[in-house]
């Protein structure tokens, strides 16, 4: 298993011998966000002076932050991402961490803990931060006879259960979610995302009971049932069905729901059963006073699994202030700090909606105000409860932009404006900017990284010019992000409308300080024909930057075509060797076929290569043709030329390849010989190199069977001899259907506007931005009138340019296969070390 | 504290997953990469020419792969030939005077120390200098 936060190998820690270590023993049981919190405010009160530092931890990883692991399952954010304090930070900072380990008991008399691996830890200080644990409701047949849960039954509540959860995705097809609350919505909406069928089982009458109303309840229902979610509320599972795996749950009125993958997240209990074996005072959750200490004077707890004043806290902001009250208290800060109890406000997005609740969500006495807005339609509910003039709760959903300003009324009592409805509506203009400019400086924007409005306004003060510097100097907003507008808009607000965009932003590549049109008029006129000219002549110091290279050897292949000189460290190693690196270290190699049509000698052709050089897979791709996957480094030129067919660029910023229907020779509903066209077309464009790449297709008919309404240029057959040429279009990541360019009436035209298009796009695109940011980026009635009516006067030189390009082509594999471009151009570089193995089929 | 309340806490605080097992310290956590012998030995790797300006190659010093680059100006870095990320080939990476760019998901590693600019596990770096056209780790 990888080690979320692992060291590297090698490295070793060194330590004094105990016996010599003047310095009082703090002993931290807990790993998660609250125990690595305390330990962070400890250090940074001088605790490293005053205290060896050990903290034991039940999981083996780093820490991490648990509220991203929804990110991590919807597949948003990668694991190393939330790692908030590796091994390494531990030992960088002379805290003994060992993780893995679970305490069993500690000896308050001895003062030692007990760890299930046999080891004795002594103490003087010792702080609990066990957190909580998934509570799973007791259902006939979810536990197997040895206690463990059924397999196909998980909670989600570890990066362990999650990558579990992850995997389980890839063969599952039906799941049931139980709980309706944040964490059960969040899993439900990211399993859905992976394709599976979800229905979502809630015991109470309404979704996220316990922050929202009935009726905020029942439109966040309609919100996720819009996304294809069923809901089932008010009724419970009283059976999970399956004897070795899950097959199904059982609800309380008798309905049965089938599913293979059943998620519990009915709601978290502390773990407090270590404090309990102990003999500490337990209720439920460990008992502490107002300086978190329990029962045992050098005995503490915070985070989840603590209880004070009657109150446990799932959030982790009320654990953060347990934290620096008790570094306070521990390293004598302020030996008399206390905590009185939280009021927790939270922000969140759940299941694609922004949800906002501060304090109750209903009024409870008579003479409470209670003030809604609910617009069903829009999912939007908003109300605010007052109670003697002050803001005592407050629920937003669906629209959160009111949330600095309730905050503030909340947190700090300010007078709230006559007209209550000021409260939720901007009556005028600007009314949003008095939110932010009011908030007081020490209030908190980021929760998950504890920045405050002051800290975010001193990153502007300290020179941070945009949005995006402010983050990376203050981390605002880089934990689970719901923060980010309101972070924007303090940074806004800070910089007085001063805030420069970005500068970089405009950039075409990072380390050339000008904009695309500049660029690529000072290359024309100071004759930079090389990546290495360009850098010398155009970068600050003629300083050489490796992430700007690959763009600027697209850029100078454009503008120069022929005559572009070469160099092989500029491309990006797909470029080098005309193939496209996998996760081995490995290839793919994908033949041309030219709109998708091949023949019975080239299937035999590549089934014999595939043969010799063990392919480990050989897959029809989205663009029909033929990848064959795991080609070693130094077989390419070898199998290029067993194959003895030309790149299919697969691999490059460039155009790739015209995927055709079967057109008019045989479909009987075909209009245009598409096919044909799709081969014209291919047999044009091949290979030209562009911004980002480059997909079309052709279809004869408007049933759209090879997708040409979601390409970056599709062609439609409409009858007569007439074809509609689409823009624009995608089906990857972000799906657009393309818009309609122009229909012409012949495929000599269809050809004639493709290359126009694609050299205005060539010549005016940011490096890497698709057609479908380029088109609404410059706008379909601007490119329509510079290509149809030739508005600027341009349509000769893009039709010259672009003749340019094609003249260039020189098929890749016939070039380098027999003469490698550069010594060891084929040589592997991998082929000692293990590598993270690639499944063969 | 009555005995009836620790019982059902007891029940209750089953994990929820097959428990983690009993590890090990942290200094013990093995990342990715090669494992290195003890430094100090060199090795003659190749000829400086196998490696073309602003690119890197692959060679074995000693039974440790490591990725030799030649940057622009003519000096020579050497480092683990794997990123410590996803086991990338580095040598197959990108490079300026600063660091290198990892090919598989961009991770950028600092000549310097082989420190990560973008967060992830740091890369070893291993001193190499030319003698005689030939190219000379240590490792």
Redesign the interface.
């Known amino acids: 298993m990888t ?1 979320l936060g ?8 060194l330590s004094l011998d105990d016996e010599l270590d003047p310095r009082a023993r703090l002993v931290v049981v807990g790993n998660g966000m609250a125990g690595a919190r305390l330990v962070e405010e400890v250090l940074e009160r001088g605790g490293g002076d005053q205290f060896r530092i050990t903290v034991l931890g ?3 990883h780093g820490n991490y932050n648990r509220i991203m692991l929804s990110p991590v399952l919807a597949g948003e954010s990668h694991e ?2 939330i790692v908030l304090n ?3 930070w ?2 960088d900072n002379g805290v ?7 305490v069993e008991r500690i000896d308050t008399a001895a003062k030692t803990v007990l ?3 046999g080891s004795v830890t002594p103490y003087d200080h010792l702080v609990l931060a066990t957190g909580s ?4 409701p007791p259902m006939t047949g979810v536990r197997r006879e040895d ?3 059924l397999p196909g039954v ?2 989600f ?2 990066i ?2 999650t990558r ?1 959860l992850l995997e389980a995705t890839g063969r599952c097809r039906r799941a049931v979610v139980m709980g309706g609350g944040l964490l059960g919505l969040e899993a439900a909406r990211a399993l859905q995302g992976h394709g599976l069928q979800v229905e979502l089982v809630h015991a109470m009458p309404w979704l996220m009971n316990a922050q929202l109303d009935a009726e905020a309840g029942a439109i966040l229902r309609r919100s996720v049932e819009s996304l294809g979610i069923d809901v089932h509320l008010d009724v419970l599972a009283t059976e999970v069905l399956g004897a070795e795996h899950v097959e199904g749950v059982v609800l309380k009125d008798g309905r049965r729901l089938d599913c293979d993958l059943l998620v ?1 997240a009915a709601g978290v ?1 502390p ?3 270590v404090a ?2 102990s003999g500490l ?3 439920r959750g460990i008992v502490v006073d107002d300086q978190l200490r329990t029962d045992d004077p050098d005995v503490y707890a915070i985070g989840e699994c603590a209880q004070h004043r009657g109150s446990v806290y799932g959030l982790v902001q009320p654990a953060w202030e347990h934290a620096r009250v008790l570094a306070d208290v521990l390293t004598g800060t302020d030996p008399g700090a206390e905590y009185h109890g939280s009021r927790t406000a939270t922000k969140l997005k759940v299941a694609g909606v922004d949800v906002a609740t501060m304090g109750v969500n209903t009024p409870e006495r008579e003479d409470d105000e209670f003030l809604v807005i609910s617009e069903p339609k829009r999912g939007v509910h908003l109300s605010v409860v007052i109670r003697d003039d002050r803001l005592i709760g407050a629920t937003l959903l669906g629209d959160t932009r009111k949330v600095a300003y309730l905050t503030q009324a909340f947190d700090r009592g300010v007078p709230l404006p006559e007209e209550r409805i000021r409260l939720l509506v901007d009556l005028s203009d600007g009314a949003a900017e008095v939110g932010v400019a009011e908030m007081p400086a020490d209030s908190q924007v980021c929760n998950c990284n504890g920045v405050s409005k002051g800290d975010i306004c001193g990153a502007v003060a300290g020179g941070c010019g945009s949005v995006g510097a402010v983050m990376d100097a203050t981390r605002a907003g880089k934990g689970c992000g719901s923060c980010r507008s309101l972070v924007k808009q303090i940074v806004e607000w800070a910089a007085d409308g001063d805030l420069a965009e970005d500068p970089a932003a405009s950039y075409y590549v990072p ?1 050339i300080p000008m904009a695309k049109p500049e660029l690529v008029a000072a290359i024309r006129e100071q004759d930079l024909r090389s990546v ?1 000219a360009v850098f010398a002549a155009l970068a600050p110091g003629g ?5 700007s ?2 763009g600027l050897t697209s850029l100078l292949k454009m503008v120069w075509g022929v005559d572009f000189v070469p ?4 491309e ?2 797909n470029d ?1 060797v005309h193939a496209n ?1 996998q ?3 490995t290839f793919s190699v994908v033949p041309q076929m030219k709109g998708g049509v091949t023949t019975p000698a080239q299937l035999r052709r590549i089934a014999e290569v595939a043969e010799k050089y063990e392919v480990p897979m050989v897959k029809v791709t989205g663009g029909q043709r033929i990848d064959l996957l795991g080609v070693r480094k130094e077989d390419l030129p070898a199998v290029w030329d067993d194959l003895g067919m030309p790149s299919g660029y697969a691999y490059g910023k460039s155009f790739r390849t015209v995927k055709t229907c079967v057109g008019s020779d045989f479909c009987r509903f075909g209009l245009g010989d598409s096919t044909q066209l799709g081969i014209d077309l291919e047999t044009r464009f091949q290979g030209i190199e562009s911004p980002a790449k480059m997909k079309l297709a052709v279809v004869g008919c408007p049933r759209n069977c090879a997708e040409a309404y979601v390409k970056d240029v599709g062609v439609v057959a409409v009858g007569n001899g007439r074809w509609e040429v689409y823009v624009g279009g995608a089906a990857g990541a972000t799906v657009r259907k393309g818009d309609l360019l122009a229909t012409v009436d012949s495929p000599q035209e269809v050809l004639r506007l493709t290359g126009r298009f694609l050299q205005y796009y060539r010549e005016n695109a940011n490096w890497l931005e698709r057609t479908y940011d380029f088109v609404p980026r410059i706008g379909l009635e601007r490119i329509r009138s510079v290509l149809l009516e030739d508005s600027e006067g341009i349509v000769a030189d893009l039709d010259a340019n672009m003749q340019k390009s094609v003249d260039a082509y020189a098929d890749p594999w016939g070039q380098d296969g027999k003469e490698p471009a ?3 151009q084929f ?7 293990a ?2 193995a690639v499944p063969v089929r | ?1 009555s005995a009836a ?2 019982v059902r ?2 029940e ?16 013990d ?8 012998p003890p430094r100090g030995t060199t090795y003659a790797v190749g000829r400086v ?10 060679f ?1 010093a000693g039974g440790v ?1 490591v ?1 030799v680059f030649r940057l ?1 100006d003519g000096s020579l870095h050497a480092t683990q ?2 990123c ?18 990892c ?2 998901h ?1 991770y ?1 590693y600092r000549w310097t120390d082989g420190a990560s600019t973008s ?4 890369i ?1 770096v291993y001193p190499v200098h030319e003698s005689g056209g030939e190219i000379v780790v240590e490792v």
């Open positions: 080690v692992g060291r590297p190998t090698g490295l070793t820690s039940d999981e083996p190393d991402d590796s091994h390494d531990y030992a003994h961490l060992r993780a893995g380990i679970r760890g299930a691996d644990y998934s509570f799973i206690g463990s849960l998980f909670g509540r570890t362990d259960e579990a519990v209990r773990h407090s059963d309990l074996r005072e337990v209720e380390g290495s300083k050489e930057d490796a992430r290279k690959m160099e092989k460290d500029g990006f190693i080098r690196i996760r081995d270290g550069t010594p060891g040589r592997t570089s991998l082929p000692l070390v590598l993270p | 504290m309340t620790g806490h007891l209750a605080a089953r994990p929820t997953t097959p428990g983690t097992e009993p590890g090990s310290p942290a200094t956590v093995r990342g990715p990469g090669p494992a290195a020419e196998e490696v073309p300006p602003g690119e890197g190659r692959a074995v792969q990725a622009r030939a794997a410590p990320h996803a086991g990338g080939p580095l040598a197959d990476g990108q490079t300026d005077v600063d660091v290198l760019v090919p598989l961009l950028a967060g992830a596990a740091p070893r």
